[in-house]
């Protein structure tokens, strides 16, 4: 089986730094994906790692520990737009199905 | 080079009724997804498709729920007497076949089951 957990709300103010950690459990790996979605709309692709370490894509970065089963997505100078829910996502070998988290609601505040 | 489209977006059905769920890839994705989303929830995997082939179903329903990618022609979700619990946004995403780990949705479906 598999599971993610990621906190269910976070809140921060425009301009800020905030991180949403992601921590799985699955049978089979083969990397950890964000998706952003806003309330009505499809989720979209953000970043995907497959090693340890840091990937960064504009003001958003995702860092992976294989060896922890942890992961976070860094979202910096944050802006109102940026109010979504992120969802992390597990991408398990052998058909490369991808499980997603139940999100995390962020909350940018002016 | 459209994306993910997906029809109808919403759908209102009786309870009993079926509903029918359309998915055309992107242009040179052969990999078909369905996940469905309750409010206020994540995206449950259903199905995964590639042309002609079901390659993981573990996430449907066993009695009711259907789906296809048939050589010509979009994927269907198909769902047969259709009860309030079956009212859901259902996503539909492609990725092509050697970029699995990159998924583009469609806008989804809203079906409402009376």
């Known amino acids: 089986g598999q599971s993610l957990e990621q906190p269910s709300e976070v809140t921060a103010v425009e301009g800020a730094i905030v991180q949403i950690n992601c921590t799985y459990q699955t049978s089979g790996f083969y990397g950890l994906s964000w998706y952003q979605q806003h309330d009505g709309g499809a989720p979209t692709f953000l970043s995907y790692?497959?090693?340890?370490g840091l990937e960064e894509t504009g003001r958003f970065s995702s860092f992976l520990s294989r060896s922890d089963s942890y992961g976070y997505l860094l979202l910096q100078e944050l802006q109102m737009k940026d109010s979504a829910s992120y969802f992390c996502?597990?991408?398990?070998?052998?058909?490369?199905?991808?499980?997603f988290g139940a999100g995390t609601r962020l909350f940018v505040k002016a | 080079n459209a994306g993910v489209m997906q029809n109808p977006r919403h759908l209102v059905r009786r309870r009993g009724q079926e509903a029918r769920l359309r998915c055309s890839p992107m242009?040179?994705?052969?990999?078909v997804y369905w996940y469905r989303q309750l409010p206020e929830e994540g995206l449950k995997f259903m199905v995964y498709l590639q042309k002609e082939n079901i390659i993981d179903e573990s996430g449907m329903p066993k009695e009711r729920f259907s789906a296809e990618f048939p050589k010509e022609g979009p994927s269907i979700l198909r769902i047969q007497q259709v009860v309030r619990g079956d009212s859901a946004a259902y996503f539909c995403?492609?990725?092509?076949?050697?970029?699995?780990?990159?998924?583009?949705f469609g806008a989804g479906s809203r079906l409402t089951v009376l």
């Open positions: 242009k040179g994705h052969s990999h």
């Open positions: 996502a597990v991408i398990r070998p052998g058909g490369f199905k991808t499980i």
């Open positions: 995403a492609s990725s092509p076949p050697s970029g699995a780990n990159v998924l583009t």
């Open positions: 790692n497959a090693l340890d």
